[in-house]
């Protein structure tokens, strides 16, 4: 049963132009959300997060978008550049945090120079 | 460098053999969490220690364990391992419960 969903294995940009990540969860309990990037023979890392208080979160070129009635999220990254290349997971949990994280199966990101 | 450290970086047994894996999570830090990744899936949770004592477990089979010692770093004991039991293993540690995750940069076994 899969409850964090990456339905897109892998996406391709242009250096410059928006990149559009996006994560369906189907348990109403999530209430905090959070994206993490992968780089190669390295652990995930934590770039952004938002609570279900929230529907929009940003930091620097990365914002995260909530949409509580669809269970979605996105993560827009304006500009891509090409060190932005990486695998990015979203991942949720339960009572603000209080339960383990949740991981979606991963999208992984190209940025063409 | 995320502060967690996972040790050995790879590993290679054979079926039915048993392997620990080690984590040291950052200073200061409590929880520790095991996640394993197979290959194209996403991050399975396994289990979760604070400060000692067992928090919260996700899809663990029962030929695997783990503990928290004193000293707060961690063990993973996979035992009678299966070809499927290859994956990335790895663990991650936060202040308490929940927050953003530190994660080490993992231990990938091979199951031969």
């Known amino acids: 049963d899969q409850q964090v969903k990456q339905n897109s294995p892998s996406l391709s940009v242009q250096e410059g132009r928006i990149s559009i990540l996006n994560c369906d969860y189907t348990?109403?309990?999530?209430?905090?959300f959070l994206w993490y990037k992968k780089y190669p023979a390295e652990g995930p890392t934590f770039l952004i997060s938002i609570s279900s208080i929230k529907d929009k979160n940003e930091d620097g070129r990365f914002t995260v978008f909530l949409n509580k009635s669809a269970k979605h999220l996105s993560l827009h990254i304006v500009p891509s550049q090409p060190g932005d290349s990486a695998v990015y997971f979203c991942?949720?949990?339960?009572?603000?945090?209080?339960?383990?994280?949740?991981f979606g199966s991963g999208t992984r990101l190209q940025v063409q120079p | 460098d995320s502060g967690v450290t996972q040790t050995p970086k790879h590993l290679i047994t054979a079926t039915g053999q048993r392997v620990t894996l080690r984590c040291s999570p950052r200073s200061g830090d409590l929880s520790v969490y095991w996640y394993q990744q197979s290959l194209d899936q996403g991050l399975q949770f396994l289990i979760q220690y604070y400060n000692g004592e067992e928090r919260a477990k996700g899809n663990i089979l029962e030929r695997f364990s783990a503990q928290q010692f004193p000293d707060l770093h961690s063990e993973l004991n996979l035992s009678s391992l299966e070809l499927g039991d290859s994956a990335l293993y790895f663990c991650a540690s936060s202040p308490g419960y929940g927050e953003k995750l530190f994660f080490g940069s993992g231990t990938q076994l091979s199951v031969l």
């Open positions: 348990n109403s309990m999530f209430d905090y």
């Open positions: 991942a949720a949990s339960a009572q603000t945090g209080r339960r383990a994280l949740t």
